[in-house]
């Protein structure tokens, strides 16, 4: 009776997770095929998702890939490096890759557990869904009047084993075995690519996983009545051995797994294989890797340093770091963005990396702006933090890590190599270029021309400048409309909302998920992806696997002054490159020393160092037209400039993988010269150009 009712319970159990399973997996579906059917009619799709890197329009929808890095560890070279290498063994060697192509690789299996993924496998045959649904009727039956029976013992025998059945522990031991996670870690070791492929689970799957999670503790529970009714001294016998050794039991930590994997680094002195203590949060399986998790995860070295400015905010500046390089290259990104962007596309793909192998010391900056609200005054509030603009990014920011740089580099070098202080006829012993991104092209432009009016030295090379901001007037509906919002209701606006991010850890957690979920399904990833195109006009970037990097994480994630935004939207309406309008001619005149803010390009002949600009022409938020008016201005006042443009939307400057632009960047690096030297007489003729205007 016992064995019956035990086999009875586990085909009870089966049919009913595969029958909540399915109901959920419809209902993902239905959403699914809506989405198609609203993606379908939606006018002009076809041009937005056109020109997104890593889509495959294919006869079922395919949805929007993250980035490839995080799709399946490595960059298009690596795999074709693989494939290459795994095609010349043997033909049957190569048939099996083919094979493995086919289940597209690139969608990583979501992290339950594998016994789940057994049982469901095993039950989703037709004959098996027959068999389930007359199971059903029969045992709903006959079971009847044993569920009605089992409900009276039922609390007590609950409060007897809740306390066992946390453990999974088997029939013959109840104590906890710490060899079944431990071998859970070690089994990283066999898929060394699950270091760098996505770790979260979606929206969906956890609610899968919290349904079976339900339904095991569910049906564990009537199991144990059903054997305390059958064999009511067994039952006995257990509960007093439980009560005898509730004294000696010892609590569970319900955290992480700490565990310690073994780990080299490249490029260190003693590169031998150490201990390092990994956290392994399995609870919510959110994706909050770090741009250090990244660079050490693919064998690179690694350092951070801690920067801060003269207004007291604390800035990570970091570091690929080679320490007898006498060429360096600094990495700055743009709005929403942090150095993430710079290594995002795996090891060939990324200018972090591409640089790194090309012999530069890369560092990596990072505007302030971040969640966690990083200064000295701990205390500081979240309108005193916010309360900054482009003006900050471009005279706080990167002056501070370009100090740091120049620090580091000139110890580094003058300690290893004493007599380079005779090779050099100045105080920098090495080169520094600069590629900045979109807002961060805007800042860096800022800080060499204000540090020439200063007579302080940039310590610049080069810039490379990707899509700069700057210019905004040949803007879309939604930019102009959000002009007008933000000029006419800045007083009201600015107390109320100091800056835009996602200000709780579930929120912020719920969109890290959902990043999944669009993954997942790909006609809700492409409704999402269309929408946002349509709301930064129509630009054909991959908004949504942006919003799968690690940085929007539940911990922190970048976030944009409301400032910054004022700022720009008075670019925009000024229709100039100008420096931040403090909205009173007083407080211009105690900043500028004029009414009116300065208008940066009118002083690009200041500028004294070769310039490259990259415009894309399917970029819809900053246009070839504005990046083409930074170069007419640097042209008209003499500077050594480039224009180049590329059939890029404004995120594959950053976030896809594109062969041709790292050559185009790293051809540029390969052209810098040494910082020059600042003439006499230069502050005279500032003056004159101020009293001109």
């Not at 084993?161 to 431990?182: E, I, V």
């Not at 071998?183 to 990283?188: F, G, M, Q």
Request: charged share 20%.
């Amino acid at each position: 009776m016992q064995r019956f009712v035990d086999s009875s319970l586990a085909v009870v159990k089966e049919s009913v997770k595969t029958i909540t399973y399915e109901s959920l997996n419809n209902i993902a579906r239905l959403i699914n095929g809506m989405s198609a059917l609203l993606l379908a009619i939606l006018p002009g799709k076809a041009n937005i998702l056109e020109g997104i890197h890593g889509w495959e329009l294919r006869p079922t929808f395919r949805g929007p890939r993250l980035p490839r890095w995080m799709g399946n560890g490595v960059s298009s070279f690596n795999q074709f490096i693989h494939e290459l290498s795994v095609d010349s063994d043997t033909s049957s060697s190569a048939d099996h890759s083919s094979g493995e192509e086919d289940n597209d690789g690139a969608y990583p299996p979501s992290p339950l557990s594998q016994s789940s993924r057994l049982s469901r496998a095993s039950s989703y045959t037709k004959d098996d869904k027959i068999w389930t649904c007359w199971i059903i009727w029969i045992f709903s039956w006959i079971l009847f009047p044993v569920k009605f029976l089992l409900g009276i013992p039922f609390c007590l025998y609950h409060l007897s084993f809740s306390r066992g059945s946390k453990s999974p522990s088997t029939s013959g031991s109840h104590q906890p075995s710490p060899a079944r996670p431990l071998k859970r870690v070690y089994t990283l070791k066999d898929h060394p690519f699950h270091l760098t492929t996505d770790r979260r689970r979606g929206v969906i799957e956890d609610l899968h996983l919290a349904i079976e999670i339900f339904i095991e503790a569910i049906f564990d529970v009537v199991h144990k009545a059903a054997h305390c009714v059958l064999s009511p001294s067994e039952a006995f016998r257990i509960m007093f051995r439980w009560v005898s050794s509730h004294s000696s039991n010892t609590d569970i930590s319900a955290g992480g797994l700490d565990a310690s994997v073994p780990t080299a680094t490249l490029g260190e002195d003693d590169p031998t294989v150490r201990e390092r203590k990994t956290t392994f949060n399995n609870t919510l399986n959110t994706d909050a890797r770090t741009c250090q998790d990244v660079i050490t995860e693919f064998g690179y070295p690694y350092e951070a340093i801690r920067v801060v400015t003269a207004d007291g905010y604390v800035l990570l500046l970091e570091r690929i770091p080679r320490r007898d390089s006498r060429k360096a290259v600094y990495l700055q990104h743009g709005i929403l963005d942090s150095s993430m962007g710079w290594v995002s596309n795996g090891v060939v793909g990324s200018p972090a990396f591409a640089a790194f192998d090309q012999g530069y010391d890369v560092f990596l900056g990072n505007f302030r702006g971040l969640v966690s609200r990083e200064h000295v005054d701990k205390k500081i509030s979240s309108r005193e933090y916010w309360r900054y603009s482009i003006n900050e990014h471009g005279t706080e920011d990167i002056p501070a890590m370009i100090e740091m740089i120049h620090q580091i580099k000139t110890s580094e070098l003058k300690g290893s190599k004493p007599d380079l202080k005779e090779e050099t006829d100045d105080d920098q012993p090495y080169k520094l270029c600069a590629v900045c991104h979109s807002l961060g092209g805007a800042a860096i432009l800022m800080y060499v021309i204000t540090r020439r009016i200063e007579e302080k030295p940039h310590r610049l090379s080069r810039l490379i400048l990707l899509s700069p901001a700057g210019f905004h007037e040949d803007s879309n509906l939604v930019f102009t409309v959000a002009e007008y919002i933000f000029l006419l209701f800045a007083p009201i606006l600015a107390p109320l909302v100091p800056g835009f991010y996602i200000p709780t850890r579930f929120f912020r957690m719920l969109l890290n998920k959902l990043a999944r979920d669009f993954h997942n399904y790909p006609a809700v990833g492409g409704l999402v992806q269309t929408l946002m195109s349509y709301g930064v006009g129509g630009d054909s970037s991959n908004w949504v696997g942006v919003l799968g990097i690690p940085h929007y994480n539940m911990n922190d994630m970048p976030g944009v002054s409301f400032h910054v935004a004022l700022h720009l939207a008075q670019m925009k309406h000024a229709r100039k490159f100008i420096m931040y309008d403090y909205g009173s001619s007083s407080a211009n005149m105690k900043m500028y020393g004029s009414s009116q803010p300065f208008d940066l390009g009118e002083y690009y002949g200041l500028i004294d160092i070769p310039v490259d600009l990259l415009a894309g022409r399917k970029d819809n938020v900053i246009r070839p037209s504005m990046v083409k008016k930074h170069y007419s201005l640097m042209y008209k006042s003499g500077v050594d400039v480039s224009y180049n443009e590329f059939e890029y939307a404004h995120l594959d400057f950053t976030f896809s993988h594109h062969e041709e632009l790292l050559a185009f960047i790293m051809s540029r690096l390969l052209l810098a010269r040494p910082s020059p030297k600042h003439q006499s007489g230069q502050k005279a003729a500032i003056s004159k150009k101020k009293a001109e205007r």
